[in-house]
Structures are given as structure tokens and as C-alpha cells.
């Protein structure tokens, strides 16, 4: 006995229905009927109601069938724009039935799939053999493809029929044979799954433009467009699976591709036009910057949990005092668009020197104690961390590292000038040096040549006086005068 198939596939028809709402305005709505089979299970269909005119419209939905349910029946479209609605139909039993919109209907029906047809295999491929199996009869009849409209007529022998399948005949399709159907579905014939290539992240005025695959392979395929305010709008592909199209609105945009076996559902983001935005890349605390964007815009300064806003004036340009070292982001923006930029703020340091008093000094005494310290500024001191490179004319003589922002050093070497400079390890600090003098200390009088010459003397009347008592020195004769009378004529 042959195996029966048992279709359990539904398909949407193509065409295109406009109605007429109470407000008498035209609506068009997409499918306007739907076919499925009474496998057992219950399924949710989507139909898209489009308002072209220039006023919004009320719709109201109605059923006499108690096996189609609605979300929602009572809604509004407004202006140019569409809304999906979804439909549950239970599908336990054949039936016929309407869904009417305001005083226009949509046909559903739902078929019995039980037949003696059966299709091999199961789920053809397009542009491959299929074979179709009736009792053993000779009869005649014919295979409808719903998406093309294509159909094949065979003639069975002895129940049996071989079908060829054109490469584009893909998707829901239904074999007649004697009044009995069965439904089935024609696989395409790439295989793989649907991709889609497509620009992730565009601007407010910018081209999208994409391309549908199947298998690695370019297909024609029908994709539907909603923008971030929910409309949509579809587009079909051409035989290389590509479109264009142009975006507006910001936000989060959908495109969904749907070929006849299948349907692939993706998003990209459209961003604002970058608004001209002008920014510093590096401030001093307590210091104003200025940043330039366009008349009137909103600007908005923020750091960790802080946030400033100002509104551009006639120049385009604001005035910010930074209060705090750190990394700023700043946004400004207009009703369309928008841009981004960060700046840096650091502090600026000096170096102060100070003696034992805690004195501020502005000259070095060789061999005495000075504190080195690091503050903002405004003298306030800071606990920085970094290097202090010393300098005696120039030349290199020390370096410090710092962990708390001063240290005690002692100067030794003989100079006119010192510096000292301060290179710091946070990327929030700014590099410093100064240059101080050396006090001048005239030498002390040397008395030593004088104590050397006294003590040379009496250390030779020392030994003088002991040779002589030892007389080791002969004596000097004594010398007398006598007295004598000058001549005359001298006197």
C-alpha cells in the first residue's frame, strides 16, 4: 500500500486587495486571502494594512468563525503608514471563512490534506525530477506553483508520473488530480541558508544598499523595510539579489528577506549627520576652554557622574571651565543631528622649595636640608608620583622618585644654579621645572701662616738658647772704648 503525504505547509497568495474603510478612506491590504491545511495545530498570520491618504483612518476587525482570533480589532493608521496585524487561525478541521475589515473581507480557508496522492520525494528540489503516485490509474492532472503561477500537466501510467521542475519554481504548491489535492513544498534549488549583506551602521541620509544569497548564491527575493517609527514598505530585488533604498529616520531599522522556502530577519542602526563639533584636546584645570559647534545647538559636557549642558550662542561657540582633572565627553546636537568628542583635563604643578621653617626659600644653601614638594597652581599641595631629575649648572647630578608628592634632599655640590625638574607618571599631570640659585658664602680668614710663623720663632730661640747653655756656641769678646781727643780741625 502506499505511503500518503500529508501536507502540513500554508501559503499567503500574492495579490493585493484595497478596501474601503467606514471613513470611507482607501485602504490596501496584503494578502488579501490565505490557504492552509487542517493538519491539527493552530498558526499565527500576519496581513499588513497600508493607509496612503493624508488623514488617519479607523479600522475595526470582525469574524463569524470562532477558529480565527484576533489580538486586536479595534485600531487606528494614521497618515501614510501601515500596520501588521496578527491572526491566530486553529486549523483542527476543514473550513471556509471571512475576516472582515471595516465592510471589506478577507477568505481564509483551510483544506483537508487527507489524499491518496503521494509526492517523491517528499520536498522536491527545483530544477530537479519529482515523481507523483495515484492509485493505479492512468489519469490526467496537474501541479499549480503559487508563487509563479506556473503549472505542470502529466499524464499518469499505471499511477505513476514523472515531473521535471524549472530552476524558479520553488516554494508552496498544490498536485490536482480527480478533485484530490495534496500540498506540498519545492525546495529551492541552492542549498544553505538565506544571508543577507547590508551596511550595519549609516547616517540620516545615507543609501542602504544590500544584497540577498541562498546557498552562496545571489537570489531574487522580496524584502520588507521598517523604519524606526514602524512603518514599512517592501522592495523586490533584482536577479542579482540587490536593492537600494534611502533612510531618514534614526534609530533601529528592520529588513526582512523572504524568498519563496524561507525568510531571513536583520537590523542596522541609522545614526545623525555629524553635527560640526570643534573641541580641544587638552585643558588645565581652573583654566577656560572654548568649544565651537553650531548657533544654537545643545551641548553637553560630562565626567563620571557629572554633567554640564549649555546652549550654543550666536557664534556657535560655549565657554567651559574644567573644575577637575580627568577625561570629558562632550555632545552636541540639534533636532537632526548630532556628534561626539572627548578632551582631557590636567593639572599643572609647580615646584616648591622650603627649608627647615617650612619656609618657601629662593636660594640654596650648600649642606642644608631642603624639602622638595609638588603643588597645583595655586601652591595647594599634591600627592604626586613621579620623577625629580636634579641639575648643578646644568649637568645632571640626581633623580628622586616620588610616591607622596615631596622629599627631603640635601644639596652638596658647589654651583651657581640649581634645577629641578619634575616629570610626573599620572596622564592628568602636567610637567614642571624651576631653577634656583645657590646662596654665596664668602670663605672664612686663614690665621694659620701667622700661628705657623710665631711658633717657627720661638722654636729657634729655643734652640739657640740650648746650644748656648751647652756652649756649643763660642763666646763674643767683650768690647771696650776708649776715649780720645779729636783734632782740631774736625772740631
Same mark, same amino acid.
Given at each position: 500500500? #502506499?505511503?500518503k503525504t #500529508?501536507?502540513?505547509?500554508s501559503?499567503?497568495?500574492?495579490?493585493?486587495?484595497?478596501?474601503?474603510?467606514?471613513s470611507?478612506?482607501?485602504?490596501?491590504i496584503?494578502?488579501?486571502?490565505?490557504?492552509?491545511?487542517?493538519d491539527?495545530?493552530y498558526?499565527?498570520v500576519?496581513?499588513?494594512?497600508?493607509? !496612503?491618504?493624508?488623514?488617519?483612518?479607523?479600522?475595526?476587525?470582525?469574524?463569524?468563525?470562532?477558529? *480565527?482570533?484576533?489580538?486586536?480589532?479595534?485600531?487606528?493608521?494614521?497618515?501614510?503608514?501601515?500596520?501588521?496585524?496578527?491572526?491566530?487561525?486553529?486549523?483542527?478541521?476543514?473550513?471556509?471563512?471571512?475576516i472582515?475589515v471595516?465592510?471589506?473581507?478577507?477568505?481564509?480557508?483551510?483544506?483537508?490534506?487527507?489524499?491518496?496522492?503521494? *509526492?517523491?520525494?517528499?520536498?522536491p528540489?527545483? @530544477?530537479k525530477?519529482? &515523481?507523483v503516485?495515484?492509485?493505479?490509474?492512468?489519469?490526467?492532472?496537474y501541479?499549480?506553483?503559487q508563487?509563479?503561477?506556473?503549472v505542470?500537466l502529466?499524464?499518469?501510467?499505471?499511477?505513476?508520473?514523472?515531473?521535471?521542475?524549472q530552476?524558479?519554481?520553488?516554494?508552496?504548491?498544490?498536485?490536482? &488530480?480527480?478533485g484530490?489535492?495534496?500540498?506540498?513544498?519545492?525546495?529551492?534549488?541552492?542549498?544553505?541558508?538565506?544571508?543577507?549583506?547590508?551596511?550595519?551602521?549609516?547616517?540620516?541620509?545615507?543609501?542602504?544598499?544590500?544584497?540577498?544569497?541562498?546557498?552562496g548564491?545571489?537570489?531574487?527575493?522580496?524584502?520588507?523595510?521598517?523604519?524606526?517609527?514602524g512603518?514599512?514598505?517592501s522592495?523586490?530585488?533584482?536577479?542579482d539579489?540587490?536593492?537600494?533604498?534611502?533612510?531618514?529616520?534614526?534609530?533601529?531599522?528592520?529588513?526582512? /528577506?523572504?524568498?519563496y522556502?524561507?525568510? &531571513?530577519?536583520?537590523?542596522?542602526?541609522?545614526?545623525p549627520?555629524?553635527?560640526?563639533?570643534?573641541? !580641544?584636546?587638552?585643558?588645565? *584645570?581652573?583654566?577656560?576652554?572654548?568649544?565651537?559647534?553650531?548657533? @544654537?545647538?545643545?551641548?553637553?559636557?560630562?565626567?563620571?557622574?557629572?554633567?554640564?549642558?549649555y546652549t550654543?550662542d550666536?557664534? @556657535?561657540?560655549i565657554?567651559f571651565?574644567?573644575p577637575?582633572p580627568?577625561?570629558?565627553?562632550?555632545?552636541? #546636537?540639534?533636532?537632526?543631528?548630532?556628534?561626539?568628542?572627548?578632551?582631557?583635563?590636567k593639572?599643572?604643578?609647580?615646584?616648591?622649595?622650603?627649608?627647615?621653617?617650612?619656609e618657601i626659600?629662593t636660594?640654596?644653601?650648600?649642606?642644608?636640608?631642603?624639602?622638595?614638594?609638588?603643588t597645583?597652581?595655586?601652591?595647594?599641595?599634591?600627592t604626586?608620583?613621579?620623577?625629580?631629575?636634579?641639575? /648643578?649648572d646644568?649637568?645632571?647630578?640626581?633623580?628622586?622618585?616620588?610616591?607622596?608628592?615631596?622629599?627631603?634632599?640635601t644639596?652638596?655640590?658647589?654651583?651657581?644654579?640649581?634645577?629641578l625638574?619634575?616629570n !610626573?607618571?599620572?596622564?592628568?599631570?602636567?610637567?614642571?621645572?624651576?631653577?634656583?640659585?645657590?646662596?654665596?658664602?664668602?670663605p672664612?680668614?686663614?690665621?694659620?701662616?701667622?700661628?705657623?710663623?710665631?711658633?717657627?720663632? &720661638?722654636?729657634? *730661640?729655643?734652640?739657640?738658647y740650648?746650644?748656648?747653655?751647652?756652649?756649643?756656641?763660642?763666646?763674643?769678646p767683650?768690647i771696650?772704648?776708649k776715649?780720645?781727643?779729636?783734632?782740631?780741625?774736625?772740631?
Open positions: 500500500m #502506499r505511503e #500529508r501536507a502540513k505547509n501559503y499567503f497568495t500574492t495579490n493585493t486587495l484595497t478596501i474601503v474603510s467606514t470611507a478612506s482607501a485602504l490596501t496584503t494578502p488579501d486571502s490565505y490557504v492552509t491545511y487542517a491539527g495545530t498558526e499565527t500576519e496581513f499588513t494594512i497600508f493607509n !496612503p491618504l493624508n488623514h488617519s483612518v479607523n479600522v475595526t476587525l470582525s469574524t463569524p468563525s470562532s477558529k *480565527i482570533l484576533f489580538h486586536e480589532n479595534n485600531f487606528n493608521i494614521s497618515a501614510n503608514s501601515s500596520k501588521t496585524i496578527s491572526v491566530l487561525i486553529i486549523k483542527d478541521t476543514p473550513f471556509t471563512s471571512k472582515w471595516n465592510n471589506q473581507s478577507i477568505n481564509i480557508i483551510v483544506l483537508n490534506i487527507q489524499s491518496d496522492i503521494t *509526492i517523491a520525494p517528499a520536498s528540489q527545483a @530544477g525530477n519529482m &515523481i503516485l495515484y492509485e493505479d490509474s492512468n489519469s490526467t492532472g501541479i499549480l506553483c508563487e509563479t503561477n506556473n505542470y502529466f499524464q499518469l501510467h499505471e499511477g505513476l508520473a514523472l515531473i521535471s521542475l530552476e524558479e519554481d520553488y516554494g508552496n504548491a498544490t498536485v490536482y &488530480i480527480k484530490h489535492t495534496t500540498h506540498f513544498v519545492i525546495q529551492s534549488k541552492y542549498k544553505g541558508n538565506i544571508y543577507m549583506d547590508y551596511i550595519p551602521t549609516l547616517q540620516s541620509g545615507a543609501t542602504q544598499n544590500l544584497q540577498v544569497f541562498y546557498g548564491e545571489p537570489i531574487h527575493a522580496i524584502v520588507t523595510i521598517k523604519t524606526p517609527s512603518k514599512t514598505y522592495k523586490s530585488t533584482d536577479m539579489g540587490k536593492t537600494s533604498f534611502q533612510v531618514g529616520e534614526t534609530g533601529e531599522w528592520i529588513l526582512t /528577506a523572504n524568498v522556502d524561507g525568510s &531571513i530577519t536583520a537590523s542596522f542602526n541609522v545614526t549627520k555629524p553635527l560640526q563639533l570643534t573641541v !580641544p584636546e587638552t585643558g588645565v *584645570i581652573n583654566q577656560q576652554i572654548t568649544i565651537q559647534t553650531q548657533q @544654537g545647538a545643545t551641548v553637553i559636557i560630562q565626567k563620571d557622574e557629572m554633567t554640564w549642558q550654543a550666536s557664534e @556657535g561657540k565657554s571651565i574644567p577637575f580627568g577625561k570629558y565627553s562632550v555632545i552636541a #546636537r540639534t533636532d537632526t543631528q548630532q556628534n561626539k568628542a572627548t578632551f582631557s583635563v593639572t599643572k604643578t609647580n615646584i616648591l622649595l622650603k627649608n627647615e621653617n617650612n626659600i636660594k640654596i644653601q650648600i649642606n642644608k636640608p631642603v624639602l622638595i614638594q609638588i597645583d597652581d595655586t601652591n595647594k599641595p599634591l604626586a608620583t613621579g620623577d625629580i631629575e636634579i641639575q /648643578a646644568g649637568f645632571p647630578i640626581k633623580t628622586f622618585t616620588l610616591t607622596g608628592g615631596s622629599i627631603l634632599w644639596p652638596q655640590q658647589q654651583a651657581t644654579m640649581y634645577t625638574k619634575y !610626573p607618571s599620572d596622564t592628568f599631570t602636567l610637567y614642571s621645572e624651576t631653577s634656583i640659585p645657590v646662596a654665596y658664602t664668602p672664612a680668614e686663614d690665621y694659620t701662616w701667622i700661628y705657623i710663623a710665631i711658633l717657627s720663632i &720661638i722654636a729657634v *730661640i729655643i734652640i739657640v740650648i746650644l748656648i747653655k751647652k756652649q756649643k756656641l763660642p763666646s763674643l767683650k771696650s772704648f776715649k780720645q781727643k779729636l783734632p782740631d780741625d774736625l772740631l
